[in-house]
T-cell receptor
Framework: QQQVKQSPQSLIVQKGGISIINCAYE??????FPWYQQFPGKGPALLIA?????SEKKEGRFTISFNKSAKQFSLHIMDSQPGDSATYFC??????????FGTGTSLTVIP | DAGVIQSPRHEVTEMGQEVTLRCKPI?????LFWYRQTMMRGLELLIY????????DSGMPEDRFSAKMPNASFSTLKIQPSEPRDSAVYFC????????????????FGPGTRLTVL
């Protein structure tokens, strides 16, 4: 059973546009929600993360929006750039337990 | 810090051979994870350790797979005998789970080992 459901599977955005990737979870015990970015031939790397006590976290062009009641969170990439083209994974975990990853979203930003 | 170190980076072997993948976690991290990534199945957790003790190996596909962590700075994932369907990228990751706020729950991934079984 997929603990974290991610959509869309792939996304194509024009340079300067907004990229939005969504994730949903069921386990209310989850208390940490990171997003990972993976470039071809590399391992995933932490991009940004949020805890459920806040509804939004912003770091540069990257923003996580968190809706605790809906058990959903999303990644927004503002002013998307070709260099943002990568695969993005959402994840969820609770302290002392394993990470559950989404299935990934392949983002392509067209110049 | 050098980050998580994995070796080899690439491995090509023939069906039936034994394959051993190696991982050195970040010093001080007490959790170590082994993942497998394929186009079809995405990123799958195989097994993870806490303080060198296996906690959950339910993701290990079958008895041909085994993992050990003899000490805090080294872990191996072994496949014996290997099969073509084992071809994938295998990642090792480590984390520090102090239960503190901030970035201490982050998993740091190694560069991966690309395994090809012919």
């Amino acid at each position: 059973q997929q603990q974290v459901k991610q959509s869309p599977q792939s996304l194509i955005v024009q340079k300067g546009g907004i990229s939005i990737i969504n994730c949903a979870y069921e386990n209310t015990a989850f208390d940490y929600f990171p997003w990972y970015q993976q470039f071809p031939g590399k391992g995933p790397a932490l991009l940004i993360a949020i805890r459920p006590d806040v509804s939004e976290k912003k770091e540069g062009r990257f923003t996580i929006s968190f809706n605790k009641s809906a058990k959903q969170f999303s990644l927004h990439i503002m002013d998307s750039q070709p260099g943002d083209s990568a695969t993005y994974f959402c994840a969820a975990t609770s302290t002392g337990n394993q990470f559950y990853f989404g299935t990934g979203t392949s983002l392509t930003v067209i110049p | 810090d050098a980050g998580v170190i994995q070796s080899p980076r690439h491995e090509v072997t023939e069906m039936g051979q034994e394959v051993t993948l190696r991982c050195k976690p970040i010093s001080g991290h007490d959790y170590l994870f082994w993942y497998r990534q394929t186009m079809m199945r995405g990123l799958e957790l195989l097994i993870y350790f806490n303080n060198n003790v296996p906690i959950d190996d339910s993701g290990m596909p079958e008895d041909r797979f085994s993992a050990k962590m003899p000490n805090a700075s080294f872990s191996t994932l072994k496949i014996q005998p290997s099969e073509p369907r084992d071809s994938a990228v295998y990642f090792c990751a480590s984390s520090l789970r102090g239960g503190l706020r901030g970035g201490t729950d982050t998993q740091y991934f190694g560069p991966g080992t690309r395994l090809t079984v012919l």
